[in-house]
């Protein structure tokens, strides 16, 4: 299959809260999102289509005809308030999984037949998105970084070989890395509150685990690394085995940049 991606930018502000709820209420699940006058957020939308390559132009769709369609359905979103100005979220939340779904529908239906809506991600933060691809389910994701020491070495490998093997990566002395760990959780989204999962709730559970390697030496501090390399291979399959159970089947992957360079996606064991 064939894709292809744009991306565009908008501007809006909105607000979360339920007048069937208390203050109290409100204030626990959407916590400064209940502010009366709102708040606001520069989106970014990632629109990936779909379709059969046309032989003549060598293109899906022409990218100038698909800017024109979104900038379309976009502008009745830019510069607004999502909640007073917009007609779609008097009887939902504008929150960042409701949106994406909104958005789906309104693109879906000015596509021309050449070509077919695959997925949109939409960025409400650098570190807050949700997906969509028409499905039942939304996935929400969240980034989250931690720092911490390290020295590449097998036991069961010879001296030699882990200097030939890991490099400069196998210093005695150990060296360090800026970890940013993308957790991504897929399930139907609430009707009462827009979301797939409570962002406090999955703040907590994922800090819960990360703090306990933040500013650590992996290797010294961290149990399950006593006896293996802490590859970021292994860390990624480690941070699953211990966030998996804090969210009841929910966690659709993880993704673990080392570095910039350095990226290493795990979706569990059952993908193996």
């Known amino acids: 299959m064939l894709t292809a991606t744009r991306r565009f930018e908008f501007s ?34 990632d629109v990936t289509i779909t379709g059969t390559l046309d032989p003549r132009t060598g293109m899906v769709m022409n ?19 999502l909640n007073e100005d917009t007609p779609y979220f008097k009887d939902q939340l ?8 909104v958005l789906w529908q309104l693109i879906a239906a000015h596509l021309p037949t050449v070509a077919r809506l695959a997925h949109l991600r939409i960025y409400e933060q650098p ?5 969509y691809d ?9 980034a989250y970084s931690f720092a911490a020491a390290h020295r590449l070495h097998a036991p069961a490998l010879s001296a030699e070989e882990n200097r030939a093997v890991y490099g400069k990566c196998n210093n005695p ?5 800026n970890y940013t760990l993308e957790v991504s959780v897929t399930g139907p989204h609430d009707p009462a509150t827009g979301m797939v999962i409570d962002l406090e709730a999955m703040d907590r559970s994922v800090r819960a685990v990360l703090d306990q ?30 966030l998996a159970p804090r969210f009841e089947g929910r966690l659709s992957h993880l993704k673990l940049w080392e570095t910039r360079k350095n ?10």
């Open 127 to 131: 570190d807050l998105w949700a997906d």
């Open 94 to 101: 504008p929150t960042t999984e409701n949106l994406v779904r």
């Open 173 to 177: 002395n150990g060296h360090g890395h």
């Open 213 to 242: 390697l933040d500013f650590c030496h992996l290797d010294h501090e961290v149990a399950a690394f006593a006896d293996k390399p802490s590859t970021a291979e292994n860390i990624v399959v480690y941070l699953w085995d211990e």
């Open 134 to 142: 028409g499905a039942e389910e939304t996935t929400f994701a969240r």
């Open 63 to 81: 990218m100038t005809e698909l800017k024109a369609l979104v900038n379309e359905v976009l502008e009745e979103f830019d510069h607004k308030h």
């Open 263 to 272: 990226v290493f996606t795990y979706t569990g064991p059952h993908s193996v």
């Open 12 to 45: 809006a502000a909105h607000r979360y809260w339920r007048d069937d709820w208390s203050q109290a209420e409100n204030q626990r699940v959407f916590g400064k999102c209940i502010s009366p006058y709102g708040h606001g957020h520069n989106y970014t939308l």
